[in-house]
């Protein structure tokens, strides 16, 4: 088992705030890192280094002409929870950068849709030891239904911060 990176000793400090208001303290700091899921309103369910689930309520703010949710609403819930994923993961002194995401809308969404994003543990293990690297983060959505509105892949890469060296 690796140390926890800076992301995971972050929010490890929400564990001293009362479990009644954590949830809402923790997707508060959350949203504030990431302005559009703050706008749009993804809550971050479970956070785990091995699984992130982040959830997406069908309210008329992400909703396009059609008054279904948006697909591009569910596009940023799969890669808000795949990102802090990679971000629960990778080490300290390394900037997590989307290389290519795909998706293939199979339906409508009904209702609330939830986003599930895992990592195994050799993909964490290579996050956590690697300078450098990419790594295909699996997410699974699904409705209120239980159906899956669309199939999802995001390829993240992960290089250091800072300046390059030549």
């Known amino acids: 088992m690796s140390e926890p990176n800076d992301l995971q000793r972050q929010l490890a400090q929400l564990d001293e ?3 009644l208001f954590r949830s ?3 997707n508060v700091v959350l949203r504030r890192s990431v302005p559009f899921a703050r706008t749009a309103g993804v809550k971050f369910v479970a956070l785990t280094p091995e699984r992130v689930e982040a959830s997406l309520d069908d309210e008329p703010r992400v909703h396009n002409q059609s008054r279904d949710l948006h697909v591009s609403a569910i596009h940023l ?3 808000t929870a795949t990102r802090l994923a990679v971000g629960l993961n990778v080490r300290d002194g390394s900037i997590p950068l989307l290389r290519s995401s795909r998706l293939v809308f199979r ?3 009904t209702g609330e849709v939830r986003a ?3 990592l195994n543990p050799a993909q964490r293990a290579e996050l956590q030891t690697l300078e450098q690297g990419e790594v295909n983060v699996a997410v699974t959505l699904t409705d209120a239904t239980g159906a899956s509105p669309l ?3 995001f ?3 992960w290089t250091p911060s800072g300046p390059r060296k030549n």
């Open 116 to 118: 599930v994003a895992q």
């Open 155 to 157: 390829i993240w890469a």
């Open 17 to 19: 705030v009362p479990a």
């Open 77 to 79: 819930l799969a890669e």
């Open 107 to 109: 339906q409508r969404a």
């Open 151 to 153: 199939d999802c892949e």
């Open 24 to 26: 809402w303290y923790r």
